[in-house]
């Protein structure tokens, strides 16, 4: 990790506005324009390169695969670029450099899924999907909202309810939940309830189809148990998205 990019701690707020700076006169001191999250999700890296591993193995092609290799306190390539890194000239370089190869990946696809992969330690293990759909709008079925999600353009040409695509016996959360992980959503748990639920961050806003596109995307993340033992876990994970795939997307 390269030394010379300072730690994100807080930003400051100017005129009402958190401005998210190195320079900020009581820089450290707005705990309200905090930089959130910045703790690692261990073991994510290892686990997403085994799924890659095992869905080349299983298919004879292997999907791209972007990873962020800086900490997070110094850059958080899952939000906007001013949040993410407190406008230092490396950290930007790092940002754009990230999101620039995801766009050249999306290119070469053209149509297809991107899954953004993470790590949570709560204490349920379930796996969690974001679609870009709340957890109030996934605990009240009369709420969803294909348009809002950010798999929108496939829900368009699937031939079914968006309610059966999202976490029906086929859906990503029901292939995961046949496989024995307890997934939200999916058929058995179609909510978070009153649990606390990721809904999805930048990168799925931004390369998901929820406002334009034909790339879809998945905030995924996975529990403790998975990631510490991927060795373990990462071909069962990846036959569950290779059969998701193969029944949406091709």
């Given amino acids: 990790m390269p030394k010379h990019i300072p730690k994100r701690v807080n930003g400051c707020r100017i005129n009402g506005e958190c ?13 309200d324009c905090s930089a959130g999250w910045t703790g690692s999700d261990e073991y994510t890296l290892k686990l997403s390169n085994a799924i890659a591993d095992s869905v080349h193995t299983i298919t004879g092609y292997r999907p791209h695969l972007i990873a962020n290799h800086l900490y997070r306190d110094r850059m958080d390539a899952n939000r906007p670029m001013s949040k993410a890194t407190f406008m230092d000239q490396n950290a930007m370089t790092v940002w754009q450099e990230f999101h620039s190869y995801i766009e050249e990946a999306k ?15 709560r204490r349920n293990n379930w796996i969690q999907l974001g679609y870009t759909l709340p957890g109030d709008d996934l605990n009240s079925e009369t709420l969803l909202n294909a348009s809002k999600s950010s798999v929108y353009h496939r829900s368009l040409h699937t031939g079914v309810p968006f309610e059966e695509f999202l976490r029906g016996n086929e859906s990503l959360g029901g292939l995961f939940e046949s496989n024995g992980y307890i997934t939200v959503p999916a058929p058995g748990l179609k909510g978070p309830g009153t649990e606390p639920f990721l809904a999805g961050g930048y990168n799925t806003m931004r390369h998901g189809s929820r406002h334009q596109g034909t790339i879809d995307a998945i905030q995924v993340e996975f529990p403790q148990y998975i990631r510490r033992y991927w060795k373990r876990y990462a071909h069962s994970v990846a036959e569950s998205i290779v059969e998701f795939t193969k029944r949406w997307y091709q």
């Fill in 19 to 31: 401005i998210y700076s190195h320079s900020c006169p009581n820089v450290g001191e707005s705990t």
């Fill in 107 to 121: 290119s070469i696809v053209g149509t297809g899924l991107l899954l953004d992969i993470h790590a949570h330690g």
